[in-house]
T-cell receptor, first 116, second 111 residues
Framework: DAGVIQSPRHEVTEMGQEVTLRCKPI?????LFWYRQTMMRGLELLIY????????DSGMPEDRFSAKMPNASFSTLKIQPSEPRDSAVYFC??????????????FGAGTRLSVL | QKEVEQDPGPLSVPEGAIVSLNCTYS??????FMWYRQYSRKGPELLMY????GNKEDGRFTAQVDKSSKYISLFIRDSQPSDSATYLC???????????FGTGTRLTIIP
């Protein structure tokens, strides 16, 4: 399997622009997670889905952030409007449906976002 | 106060040394404890996980959990330059898929 696929790998945009990050989870995995990583705050969970349904979005910073999972093989994280403080590496991860495997999240390579 | 505290380092040790990495936590409901390794410009990958207190060994790596002290450790024996990475501890509550991560410790093994 190709693993979790994220696009784009790098995104540079100007403040106020809309940014859309994309994620394709590993086939057969039923949970999908969006994280943000910064030097100051480390790796923070933004939102996670189970069977395409959002379960916990308490980490989403504010209304400028939204996430969707229209089907089992695709998810998006959108920031509108973007601000310089959104600059970070955004990771997508997925995990399989077995109970024991819930400790194992498979991460994509991340999207490095710079908002100027 | 963060739920999970981890010394960010950086930590530099000579090749062959024993490395000790640690995390403390405040949420007594955490029951699953994980260590992830993250190479530069890559996503984290799971090294090992443990359930509740005790030790677990996997090759050169040993994970230790002390729930009474809310303290977990990862030991690396015979450290290699390829072990140079950031190590993140993570924890979760039983029945909840959410992982809470430490900020990570950046480790460098000097040849």
């Amino acid at each position: 399997d190709a693993g979790v696929i994220q696009s784009p790998r790098h995104e540079v945009t100007e403040m106020g622009q809309e940014v859309t990050l994309r994620c394709k989870p590993i086939s057969g995995h039923n949970s999908l997670f969006w994280y943000r990583q910064t030097m100051m705050r480390g790796l923070e969970l933004l939102i996670y889905f189970n069977n395409n349904v959002p379960i916990d979005d308490s980490g989403m910073p504010e209304d400028r952030f939204s996430a969707k999972m229209p089907n089992a093989s695709f998810s998006t994280l959108k920031i509108q409007p973007s601000e310089p403080r959104d600059s970070a590496v955004y990771f997508c991860a997925s995990s399989p449906p077995t109970r024991r495997a819930k400790n194992i999240q498979y991460f994509g390579a991340g999207t490095r976002l710079s908002v100027l | 106060q963060k739920e999970v505290e981890q010394d960010p380092g950086p930590l530099s040790v000579p090749e062959g040394a024993i490395v000790s990495l640690n995390c403390t936590y405040s949420n007594s409901a955490f029951q699953y404890f994980m260590w992830y390794r993250q190479y530069s410009r890559k996503g984290p990958e799971l090294l090992m996980y443990t359930y509740s207190s005790g030790n677990k060994e996997d090759g050169r790596f040993t994970a230790q959990v002390d729930k009474s002290s809310k303290y977990i450790s990862l030991f690396i024996r015979d450290s290699q330059p390829s072990d140079s990475a950031t190590y993140l501890c993570a924890m979760r509550v039983r029945g909840n898929e959410k992982l809470t991560f430490g900020t990570g410790t950046r480790l460098t093994i000097i040849p």
